[in-house]
């Protein structure tokens, strides 16, 4: 599975747009970017994925680079409930897959007043 | 509710007391999996199941065993635990990780804070 390589630390103002990169440079045809959240030592949280297209739901967009090196997170109205540590995962696609994720470092947010 | 639980949350237990830390989801899900956590090393993953009956090792599994008799749940043996297994473990579940489940999220549990002393 492919690297990814985020800031370590990032502030947003609350009601404000975060707006989380991801770089990638080496990922392969059939690896899907990933993005989950963890709050505070509880469990990570699912938050959207994508393969080349934009994606949006309810939570956030994710925006794909067309040559897919890179990628951003975007959570539209930052609130303080997503002061997280944000982790972008590339994984593969397909039979013979582990299902482990790679969580790395992540991108500390943290949601001002 | 969807949910993946864990128990106990939290565990504060002696060297070599043998314990399990169990794992249920609702969810009907195929694949389910342990890690830990750990600070500056992240989550480590430290064995998986496809499905009934079938389990393999991830990166971390020396020191551990599981079971999957049954499809919802996906226990964490620790036979003999020792001061280094000290850590935050997630049990995660998803469909599967195969032909049109391999891109499905992952779900995971509320964790098991466990003290080996």
């Known amino acids: 599975d492919a690297k990814t390589t985020q800031p370590t630390s990032m502030d947003c103002a609350e009601g404000r747009a975060a707006n989380l990169p991801c770089n990638h440079s080496?990922?392969?045809?059939?690896?899907?970017v990933y993005w989950y959240r963890q709050i505070h030592s509880q469990g990570p949280q699912y938050i959207i994925h994508?393969?080349?297209n934009n994606e949006t739901n309810e939570m956030a967009s994710l925006i794909i680079t067309e040559d897919r090196k890179s990628s951003t997170l975007i959570l539209p109205h930052a609130t303080l409930r997503d002061t997280a540590v944000y982790y972008c995962i590339v994984r593969a696609y397909g039979s013979g897959n582990t299902g482990k994720l790679i969580f790395g470092q992540g991108t500390t947010l943290q949601v001002k007043p | 509710e969807a949910q993946v639980t864990q128990n106990p949350r939290y565990l504060i237990t002696v060297t070599g007391k043998k314990l399990t830390v169990t794992c249920s989801q609702n969810m009907n899900h195929e694949y389910m999996s342990w890690y830990r956590q750990d600070p500056g090393l992240g989550l480590r993953q430290i064995y998986y199941?496809?499905?009934?009956?079938?389990?393999d090792k991830g990166d971390v599994p020396e020191g551990y065993k599981v079971s999957r008799k049954e499809k919802r749940n996906f226990p964490l043996i620790l036979e003999s635990p020792s001061p280094n297994q000290t850590s935050l473990y997630f049990c995660?579940?998803?469909?599967?990780?195969?032909?049109?489940?391999?891109?499905?999220?992952?779900?995971f549990g509320p964790g098991t804070r466990l003290t080996v002393l």
């Open positions: 199941s496809m499905n009934v009956e079938v389990t």
């Open positions: 080496t990922i392969s045809g059939n690896e899907y």
């Open positions: 995660a579940s998803s469909f599967g990780t195969s032909g049109a489940y391999s891109y499905n999220e992952q779900f």
């Open positions: 994508g393969l080349k």
